[in-house]
């Protein structure tokens, strides 16, 4: 059983169109999280949200807009695509436990490539 | 400006022997690290984490070390496996609640059977 999926694993498009990628946890997990790995290889935090909530919206660009429709789902729509947003997208999800110190278990990544 | 530090890009190992990857760290805040591993084509999965108030944590064939005064940290695997060829990557976050992970670039480490 998948613990976090991410749909679609890649994703090859047209500069300035619109996609969505879609990801699940079926751990029970409150937190989900949003990583961007750029070409330079670095794993960076988009976006968090508790419980529906935001909590984390680092300095991303607000074309990228998440949803989380429930605890389960966190779903990323990016706008206007740009040649700069290739790289692999990662979901993740954790538990908020007392201290914040969950580990996050991580989907398998969407490879996300703008021509 | 880069938080977290995996100055070693690669390593390589013979199996059985010790592999060793380093971290160092620049923001004191952080006090509690974690290390992910990679294969390719899937995403990073926890291996093993350590809070500032330890300076050492083991789990079978890994252990972490933290040096707080250097602010450096190591992973070892004793004995080295072929199976753990991947990309392992150093992570750090700060105070309670906080779900907020800075890593570094990772480390490409290769077992040579």
């Known amino acids: 059983d998948t613990a976090v999926s991410q749909t679609p694993k890649y994703l090859v498009t047209q500069m300035g169109n619109d996609k969505s990628i879609k990801c699940e946890q079926n751990?029970?997990?409150?937190?989900m999280y949003w990583y961007k790995q750029d070409s330079k290889k670095f794993l960076k935090i988009m976006f968090s949200?508790?419980?529906?909530?935001?909590?984390i919206n680092e300095t991303v660009p607000n074309r990228f807009s998440p949803k989380s429709p429930d605890k389960a789902h966190l779903n990323l729509h990016i706008n206007s695509l740009e040649l700069g947003d290739s790289a692999v997208y990662f979901c993740?999800?954790?538990?908020?436990?007392?201290?914040?110190?969950?580990?996050?278990?991580f989907g398998p990544g969407t490879r996300l490539t703008v021509l | 400006d880069q938080q977290v530090k995996q100055n070693s890009p690669s390593l390589s190992v013979q199996e059985g022997r010790i592999s060793i990857l380093n971290c160092d760290y620049t923001?004191?805040?952080?006090?509690?690290f974690l290390w992910y591993k990679k294969y390719p084509a899937e995403g990073p999965t926890f291996l093993i984490s350590?809070?500032?108030?330890?300076d050492k944590n083991e789990d079978g064939r890994f252990t972490v070390f933290l040096n707080k005064s250097a602010k450096h940290l190591s992973l070892h695997i004793v004995p080295s496996q072929p199976g753990d060829s991947a990309v392992y990557f150093c992570?750090?976050?700060?105070?309670?609640?906080?779900?907020?992970?800075?890593f570094g670039k990772g480390t490409k480490l290769s077992v040579i059977p």
């Open positions: 751990l029970g997990h409150d937190t």
């Open positions: 992570a750090a976050c700060s105070g309670a609640g906080s779900y907020q992970l800075t």
């Open positions: 993740a999800s954790s538990y908020q436990l007392a201290g914040g110190r969950g580990e996050q278990f």
């Open positions: 350590i809070s500032s108030i330890k």
């Open positions: 949200y508790n419980n529906k909530e935001l909590i």
């Open positions: 923001n004191s805040m952080f006090d509690y």
